[in-house]
């Protein structure tokens, strides 16, 4: 296993179209979860998931945002009508809580989207 | 409600020199505490954590940070500077067990190495 995988590395948009992101985690983990990272910040939550189910979703998860992780194993992440604002990288980690604390996240190197 | 604060966007230091990033939070319940590590167009690599027993947290690379929670502090230090060390580093905190959808990241330091 080589860690977290997302895919593309980079993705370059005319504003209006659609975008899908995958992240693969590492195999044994059953929290996954999505970050976006501007330029100059530091990452904020999006969304995340306990094996299949969607557990909480942030206030940044616009109506345009939607996460899927079916089989609780691959998740994606899609972006409709892009927005130049939606210009970000976005960050998937995973992680496999024992006794129930979360204490260290795995992270992807993370998808780079342009919109322009 | 919990918040980050990493003092210097920017820090400069000789190869060889002592690295210091400051951060300090704010936070209702004990915290978890958490420094990342990241490279240009890469993702965050975990440096070091402190959950809850001794304050002196040793992480990867030769770093290590102290918890003060009279200064609610938690800076990342470093005795001797090498040039792999030039990267961003973020500043992270969350509520005990909170998960990592209650974890939240500083706005970082960028750090440059100078030969």
């Known amino acids: 296993d080589t860690g977290v995988s997302q895919n593309p590395r980079h993705k370059i948009t005319k504003r209006g179209q659609n975008v899908t992101f995958r992240c693969d985690p590492i195999s044994e983990h059953n929290r996954l979860y999505w970050y976006r990272q501007t330029l100059g910040q530091g990452p904020e939550f999006l969304t995340y998931f306990q094996n299949e189910a969607q557990l909480e979703k942030s206030r940044l998860l616009s109506d345009r945002f939607s996460a899927e992780r079916p089989k609780g194993s691959f998740s994606t992440l899609e972006i409709q009508r892009t927005e130049q604002g939606d210009s970000a990288m976005y960050l998937c980690?995973?992680?496999?809580?024992?006794?129930?604390?979360?204490?260290?996240?795995?992270f992807g190197q993370g998808t780079r989207l342009t919109v322009v | 409600a919990q918040s980050v604060t990493q003092l210097g966007s920017h820090v400069s230091v000789s190869e060889g020199a002592l690295v210091l990033l400051r951060c300090n939070y704010s936070?209702?319940?004990?915290?978890?505490l958490f420094w990342y590590v990241q490279y240009p167009n890469q993702g965050l690599q975990l440096l070091l954590k402190?959950?809850?027993?001794?304050?002196l947290v040793k992480g990867i690379n030769g770093f290590e940070a102290e918890f003060k929670k009279s200064e609610t502090s938690f800076h990342l230090t470093k005795p001797s500077a090498h040039m792999s060390d030039a990267a961003e580093y973020f500043c992270a905190v969350s509520g005990h067990a909170g998960g990592y959808q209650k974890v939240t990241f500083g706005t970082g330091t960028k750090l440059q190495v100078i030969p």
């Open positions: 980690a995973s992680s496999f809580p024992e006794t129930g604390e979360d204490t260290e996240a795995f």
């Open positions: 402190y959950t809850t027993g001794a304050t």
């Open positions: 936070s209702s319940v004990p915290p978890y």
